[in-house]
T-cell receptor
Framework: QKEVEQDPGPLSVPEGAIVSLNCTYS??????FMWYRQYSRKGPELLMY????GNKEDGRFTAQVDKSSKYISLFIRDSQPSDSATYLC????????????FGAGTRLFVKA | NAGVTQTPKFQVLKTGQSMTLQCAQD?????MYWYRQDPGMGLRLIYY???????DKGEVPNGYNVSRLNKREFSLRLESAAPSQTSVYFC???????????FGNGTRLTVT
């Protein structure tokens, strides 16, 4: 069983829809939670970075962490065609970046 | 501000050939990392360097060697390439503490 599970999709939505992307994990030691966006033939770019449980909002993006359920989510409001990309969740304990574990990524298509 | 720069962008090797992937960062980060990304597998850590002068194995180090040339540069070497090493290779860096990873745009390697 993988430490981090993420539905690979693809997920196809119309422009303007609310998108929900999710990951589950098994290691209760994870404290830092990240979402990366990866466009085709590019490197992952950091989108959201949160510590422990709770919500964090940045523009159209909201990250949620529920440590009791070992479940994290990324919501995208008013989705745009430019949001079409692969979204990777990542998480680490508080001991450094070499322990960062990535999900396999969910591919999102936003249709105009 | 270039961030993390990887060269080359693409490479095709024959089985048994050797090559070195180059990575440089201009963010004055202490730690640097090499990952490989394969479909359905997520990003897997090959080697990392927590600081200049140190290197350590990650999850999938077999068949690879690394050199932390200075604070800016971290290279990955394949001594005798195998078809199983066909992948996209990403270099990343981070400042330290629990700061997030910053990625380059990858090297796409095919071994025939």
């Amino acid at each position: 069983q993988k430490e981090v599970e993420q539905d690979p999709g693809p997920l196809s939505v119309p422009e303007g829809a609310i998108v929900s992307l999710n990951c589950t994990y098994s290691n209760s030691a994870f404290q830092y939670f990240m979402w990366y966006r990866q466009y085709s033939r590019k490197g992952p770019e950091l989108l959201m970075y949160t510590y422990s449980s709770g919500n964090k909002e940045d523009g159209r993006f909201t990250a949620q962490v529920d440590k009791s359920s070992k479940y994290i989510s990324l919501f995208i409001r008013d989705s745009q065609p430019s949001d079409s990309a692969t979204y990777l969740c990542a998480m680490s304990p508080n001991t450094g970046g070499f322990k960062t574990i990535f999900g396999a990524g969910t591919r999102l298509f936003v249709k105009a | 501000n270039a961030g993390v720069t990887q060269t080359p962008k693409f490479q095709v090797l024959k089985t048994g050939q050797s090559m070195t992937l180059q990575c440089a960062q201009d963010m004055n980060h202490n730690s640097m990392y090499w990952y490989r990304q394969d479909p359905g597998m997520g990003l897997r850590l090959i080697y990392y360097s927590a600081s200049e002068g140190t290197t350590d194995k990650g999850e999938v180090p077999n068949g690879y060697n690394v050199s932390r040339l200075n604070k800016r540069e971290f290279s990955l070497r394949l001594e005798s390439a195998a078809p199983s090493q066909t992948s996209v290779y990403f270099c990343a860096s981070r400042a330290g503490g629990n700061s997030p990873l910053h990625f380059g745009n990858g090297t796409r390697l095919t071994v025939t």
